[in-house]
């Protein structure tokens, strides 16, 4: 969504530039890129994005002298949940339609739980920017303008990331839910 207001207060042109966007998904792929049933990738994402600007503006078009000042803005904030999920009883020496020459050769034989696990691995992104502007000209002839204009930003990012790993001893298989509650405050 965005949306702009203009209010002219005579001399003063207020203008307000808002915008808002969520995004949400879910998608899985297949990560070992065989037709073995090996590996699932699963990915929950959700972005939600705001902005607010506010401008100020001189009003009078025919003055020689211009000026806008303002203030703008903006918080983001990305969460992604990442799980792979491990067949950990899948046999790389099997025979069957996958294998009809008998074990994959490409892979290490033995069960795949020997060198795979399950993955969760949460991450979060926040990103919060403020900045104040302002800029005049003043024309000098009709051909000829001076310009100038200062901008102050303060951008703040925070990054949380963690890993979990199932590979534990007596645990072969490990369940994770995306839609899991996840603490990113350690």
Known sequence: FT???NYDAGPVLIRSITGYSDFFARRSSDNDFSPA?????????????????????SNNKSSPFQWIV???????????????D?????STTGTGPLFPGGA?????TGSIS???????????VRTKSLAAFGQA??????????????????????YA???TRAKQPGVTNYAFGLEQPVNYAC
Do not use: C, M
């Not at 994959?104 to 290490?108: R, T, V």
């Not at 020997?114 to 979060?124: E, L, S």
């Open 3 to 5: 949306g702009t207001i």
């Open 37 to 57: 049933p090996v590996a699932i990738d699963y990915n929950w994402t959700r972005v939600s994005t705001y902005s607010q600007e506010i401008q100020f503006l």
């Open 70 to 84: 303002g203030g703008y803005f903006f918080s983001d904030k990305v969460e992604e949940r990442f799980f792979s």
């Open 86 to 90: 491990n067949n950990l009883a899948f």
């Open 104 to 108: 994959i050769g490409l892979l290490p």
């Open 114 to 124: 020997a060198f795979r696990d399950d993955a969760f691995g949460p991450v979060q």
């Open 137 to 158: 000209s003043y024309n000098l002839t009709e051909a000829l303008r001076v310009t100038a204009g200062a901008r102050f930003t303060s951008d703040e990012k925070r």
């Open 161 to 163: 990331a963690g890993v």
